[in-house]
């Protein structure tokens, strides 16, 4: 049937002579039954294939039904959608990929540090920090001890030498040698992006100077143990009940998420214990950040931990060889030393203090530094000074009104409205002399005892630099029960002065004064950039006890409310 069906296709067509199908053998023919499909081109297509083709004829150029189909105009719309938003993911991945490289705050085990201050070792500069010298940083490479080596600057702080290292702060002038406050800064801005413990330190005799109230934009939202420090500098009597009461609610004032807060004193080992169980606690193999400002006293505590942890882990007990350096100098330790104080993971790192401008350290020069860290046990200076028999003989019946107070040459307090028994009491280094003299006598004074007993500035080269009292603030301090103290005075990074309105101690004789009145009157001055704080009077002493008052709290904030340890 195949070979009639070709045949009567093929009967119609002339063909030539001599083509003979005589001999044609059938058998030799592969026949398929599947049909197959001929197309055939006509004359005007070969014109036509000269030009592109429009995508209409495209789709019109072959029969209905064969071919593969086209995409519609959804499609394509649905095709262009899919590969923006797989862009979109990959623009996203590349993003995330480079965030996380630069949210790194670990020491650069490339560059070796200086186990006492971290800044990177360097034989170039010798006045730099991290310089030593060639011939012992060859050896010590050779054999890797890079880690064991302490800068030349640190020998000679650890003798006592007051060598500044931190430019751009009032008093210290800049240099080669110098790093600046803002590029120890910037060493942590990326703790915020780690998964980290902060071990907050607050130097509690310059409690509102040392707190660092933006703390929140160096450590984010990691927790935070709030540790206070040199609570044995405080006068004797004082009870550690107020105290702890009162800075706990200091601390919520400024709405802080802190875990705990613990009364501490590197030098006696008070409260370290309960310091090294917290962080032991909280840790849960995130590495731990000691942090605080400028000389608050970030390496001495350290020391202490360390001896406190060596008592049951061997990795403390091993990083006390090489622990951070001691210095009065602000800005001792320029760059984050990783210690290996944990057994079981994690790392301790003392970071950089943070240098804040609005202390008294950033204004007076380096050789007056150890001026203003206090040694010994506070004790409170009052005036008026009562005699004997009770009387305030010294003063004119109306108190100190019309008197100015001068704290060493970095303050002066002039009294313009207080009640005759008004008393001011100063807490803060033993070394700055206090001198009282009439407020119209005042600038002469100062003029002609600036550096010699208005101290510091010390020397008369040292005068010739500085700027003055330059900020004046005038506070009015309102008080309801003039029995107990109204306030605090604090000035940044020196103490503070508490305002009693009416002492028991004082009797004025001839008192004709009109007791009306429920405000002081002070006018406080003080270097430039320093900061003054107004705040709720500190219970120290024995008298702290008796007159301060507990709030009473609801159970939701008895619930929030920080713990404080002692």
């Excluded at 210290?172 to 060493?187: C, H, I, T």
């Excluded at 350096?325 to 994690?346: K, R």
């Excluded at 900061?531 to 002493?541: S, T, Y």
Aim: charged residues 25%; proline residues 6%; contains cysteine.
């Amino acid at each position: 049937m195949a070979l009639k069906t070709i045949s009567t296709f093929l009967s119609p067509l002339s063909l030539p002579n001599h083509h003979n199908f005589s001999n044609f053998n059938t058998k030799s023919l592969n026949i398929y039954r599947i049909p197959t499909l001929v197309s055939c081109k006509s004359t005007q297509s070969q014109t036509q294939s000269q030009f592109p083709l429009s995508e209409t004829q495209l789709l019109s150029s072959e029969p209905d039904g064969t071919g593969a189909a086209a995409p519609t105009r959804g499609d394509r719309f649905l095709e262009r959608q899919q590969a923006d938003e797989a862009a979109k993911l990959v623009i996203k991945e590349i993003r995330k990929s480079k965030k996380k490289k630069k949210k790194v705050l670990k020491v650069n085990t490339l560059v070796a540090s200086c186990y006492g201050c971290g800044a990177p070792l360097q034989t170039s500069e010798l006045d730099a920090p991290g310089y030593v010298d060639t011939d012992a940083y060859e050896l010590k490479k050779k054999h890797h001890q890079l880690r064991t080596v302490l800068c030349g600057r640190c020998r000679l702080l650890s003798h006592g030498q007051m060598i500044t290292a931190v430019g751009g702060n009032g008093g210290y002038p800049g240099g080669k040698q110098f790093v600046s406050a803002d590029e120890l800064r910037e060493k942590l801005s990326n703790l915020r992006h780690e998964k980290a413990l902060i071990v907050k330190l607050v130097d509690i005799t310059d409690f509102n100077g040392s707190f660092l109230s933006r703390v929140r934009d160096l450590t984010g939202a990691n927790p935070i143990i709030l540790v206070v420090t040199k609570v044995d500098l405080l006068p004797k009597g004082t009870d550690f009940n107020c105290v702890g009461d009162w800075v706990v609610e200091a601390t919520t004032k400024k709405k802080l998420n802190v875990l705990s807060v613990h009364l501490t004193s590197s030098k006696s080992l008070v409260g370290i214990a309960g310091v090294a169980s917290e962080i032991q606690k909280e840790k849960k193999g995130r590495d731990v950040y000691i942090l605080g400002s400028a000389n608050v006293g970030k390496s001495a505590f350290i020391s202490a931990l360390l001896k406190m942890m060596a008592q049951r882990d061997p990795a403390a007990a091993a990083a006390q060889k090489y622990k951070p350096i001691q210095s009065a100098v602000p800005g001792t330790t320029l760059g984050p030393i990783q210690i290996d104080a944990f057994l079981g993971g994690g790392k301790l790192f003392d970071t950089p203090g943070v240098h804040l401008h609005h202390r008294q350290a950033a204004v007076v020069h380096s050789e007056d530094l150890p001026v203003l860290a206090p040694q010994s046990r506070l004790r409170g200076q009052s005036f008026p000074v009562a005699s004997k028999n009770g009387m305030a003989g010294k003063f004119n019946p109306i108190g100190l009104k019309g008197f100015s107070i001068f704290w060493g040459g970095l303050v002066r307090i002039d009294v313009l409205q207080v009640l005759p028994e008004t008393c001011l009491t100063f807490y803060g280094p033993k070394r700055l002399q206090i001198h009282v003299v009439p407020t119209d006598k005042a600038d002469e004074f100062y003029k002609k005892e600036l550096g010699v007993k208005l101290t510091p500035p010390t020397g008369k080269d040292k005068v010739d630099e500085w700027r003055g009292l330059e900020t004046m603030q005038q506070l009015k301090i309102k008080f309801e029960d003039p029995e107990r103290p109204a306030s605090d005075v604090a000035i940044s990074g020196l103490g503070w002065i508490a305002v009693e309105p009416k002492r028991k101690s004082l009797r004025i004789s001839d008192n004709n004064f009109a007791e009306t009145i429920k405000e002081l009157h002070l006018t406080v001055r003080v270097p430039g950039p320093v900061e003054i704080f107004v705040r709720p009077p500190f219970p120290v002493g024995k008298a702290g006890a008796e007159w301060y008052q507990y709030r009473e709290l609801t159970a939701k904030e008895e619930e929030v409310r920080s713990k404080w340890y002692f």
